[in-house]
């Protein structure tokens, strides 16, 4: 009998299903430029798989969101049931001289809602240009950390960390990472996410 359970047991561990990782965001989340197999995403699971984890990252990047877009499509993104998300939104709002106090209630409504739903979730961060002045780029880089604490949900400062103003790790229009740049992206954020979905029982 003993046999038989552990005979039919096996193939239902099998079957369980893979963690959903969703990544909103813009278009450095969806691989703006890049070919599809060298996106942040595709990298980010295969990376994710490398280290154990079952896990399918769904993309759920649009190029040229703002925070309000990213809300605004939020309900359409969940409806592909994520277990889990990379928030990664604000960089066009910083770009277009946006009102961070904006940025900020968007990106407040999108992680109550994923709280709301258990959605386990990390929020990466963004840095300003200088170009809009001290006050601007201090209101702005100051959203992240105030929403990380008050939504108690974990922070990975800045998304292009170690890519950004690196000539050899961005596209030509000086903006978006290149395939080097992905991966250095992905190598740098890998802990963050790791320890996100091993607070979800990952790997076995």
């Known amino acids: 009998m003993l046999l038989m359970a552990a005979l039919f047991a096996a193939p239902a561990a099998s079957l369980a299903a893979p963690i959903r ?18 996106g942040f995403t595709v990298k980010l699971q295969a990376a994710l798989r490398a280290k154990g984890f079952d896990v399918i990252v769904l ?47 968007n990106l407040s409504k999108i992680l109550a809602r994923l709280q709301t739903d258990h959605i386990k979730t990390l929020l990466c961060g963004m840095m ?29 400062p800045f998304f292009l960390d170690g890519v950004a103003l690196n000539p050899a790790l961005i596209q030509n229009d000086g903006l978006h990472p290149n395939a080097a740049g992905v991966d250095v992206i992905v190598a740098r954020i890998l802990p963050a996410v790791t320890t996100l979905l091993t607070g979800l029982g990952q790997p076995k």
């Open 21 to 38: 990782l969703m990544a909103l965001g813009d278009s450095l989340t969806a691989g703006f430029g890049l070919p599809a197999d060298q």
């Open 59 to 105: 993309n759920a990047g649009v190029s040229g969101d703002t925070s309000a877009g990213g809300l605004a499509r939020l309900d359409w993104a969940l409806s592909d049931k994520p277990d889990a998300a990379l928030v990664e939104l604000g960089a066009n709002d910083m770009l277009r001289g946006l009102d961070p106090a904006a940025a900020k209630e």
């Open 128 to 156: 300003s240009v200088d170009n809009w002045g001290p006050d601007y780029k201090k209101n702005f880089e100051g959203i992240y950390p105030a929403l990380a604490q008050h939504y108690q949900v974990a922070l990975y």
